[in-house]
């Protein structure tokens, strides 16, 4: 899917947006990107490892404090630091985020994941079941940031084991969408080239609940056991969760920037039109409503009912807004 071009009024609110919930760098600590000699690969609380980009130790990681006047820092932040002792430095400075992914915390407040992001990669697998209210969650959050999203269906080798009539329903709904859909299995390498080709030069930060093979998907990738991978549970397909902070890694030709896994996506506040701009078909009919304040459940004229009779807009998708827009009641 080619990416979305964004209206004025949406730049303005994704902008807005950014600012008020994830923290715009103030503009008197903030520099510009060519200033900066070291990247954010992974945090610690106060404490992060920082990437050296320039100089005869470019490319070696040094452990970093930040100065208290500096914003919180994530990954894939750029930023100027200063040596501090032998071993350690201190950040002065940050430039300016490009974008910024977050995620919601147990409190229902966002908070920043990882930042200068060219795609969002959706993982789900075969084992534990997808279900298409989480990877709408993503999308829906994806959308607010103005961040383009790639979905992965990982494990795909389990596929003759298990029955896949709802999970081929799942991935035809989302292509019809035009979304890029990629499957592949980081057991056995497959699907793995065309996804590759997709990422090159880029940056991407990989999210989906716990289990679905992010540290096996980035190891096959990155040919090196670069992240610990955990074992499901027996009892419920449920992962354990082996990462715990975000960090950047640097693969064959692309980076990837491996996110906390978490079983639950919380979007926290959103208004009704903001969460209906994630569903892109529901997005497109909504402006042929009868009424402008349609709430798209029993008004006459409503074009959202009248191309679900059709067909032209999946039942379930609907099902799932409605779910997201109950969920923030």
């Known amino acids: 899917m080619s990416k979305r071009r964004l209206s004025e009024q949406q730049k303005t609110r994704i902008a807005e947006k950014q600012k008020q919930e994830f923290g715009e760098v103030d503009n008197n600590t903030a520099i510009v990107e060519e200033k900066c000699n070291g990247r954010v690969i992974s945090h610690f609380g106060q404490q992060l490892d920082v990437e050296i980009l320039l100089g005869e130790n470019a490319h070696s990681i040094i452990r970093c404090h930040q100065r208290a ?4 820092l994530v990954t894939g932040d750029l930023v100027l630091w200063e040596q501090d002792t032998d071993e350690t430095g201190v950040i002065v400075a940050q430039a300016v985020r490009k974008n910024v992914f977050g995620r919601a915390d147990a409190q229902g407040q966002l908070k920043a994941v990882a930042a200068n992001l060219d795609f969002v990669l ?3 697998a075969v084992v534990p079941e997808p279900y298409l209210n989480l990877v709408d969650r993503y999308l ?3 959308s607010q940031l103005g961040l383009e999203p790639l979905l992965v269906l990982n494990k795909v080798d389990l596929l003759a084991a298990e029955s896949n009539t709802g999970i081929d329903n799942m991935l035809s709904i989302y292509r019809k969408l035009g979304y890029p859909v990629f499957e592949v299995s980081a057991l056995q390498g497959t699907g793995l080239a065309e996804l590759e080709d997709q990422l090159k030069s880029r940056t991407t930060v ?3 609940q716990s289990g679905v093979g992010k540290s096996s998907l980035i190891n096959r990738l990155g040919l090196d056991q670069l992240a610990e991978v955990g074992d499901l549970s027996d009892s419920k397909y449920k992962g354990t969760h082996t990462t715990t902070t975000a960090r950047l890694f640097h693969l064959r030709n692309f980076d990837l920037i491996d996110s906390p896994g978490i079983r639950e996506f919380g979007l926290g506040k ?3 039109a903001e969460v209906l701009n994630g569903f892109v078909e529901l997005d497109e009919f909504s402006t042929r409503c009868k009424f402008r304040d349609c709430s798209h459940n029993a008004e006459p004229g409503c074009a959202i009912q009248a ?5 032209e807009i999946h ?3 609907f099902e799932s807004y409605q779910r997201i827009l109950g969920s923030m009641e």
């Open 206 to 208: 990989l999210v989906g």
């Open 140 to 142: 829906v959050a994806i």
């Open 122 to 124: 959706i993982v789900f």
């Open 315 to 317: 039942g379930e998708r």
């Open 307 to 311: 191309a679900i009779d059709h067909g």
């Open 69 to 72: 006047n500096l914003p919180s």
């Open 270 to 272: 959103m208004e009704p």
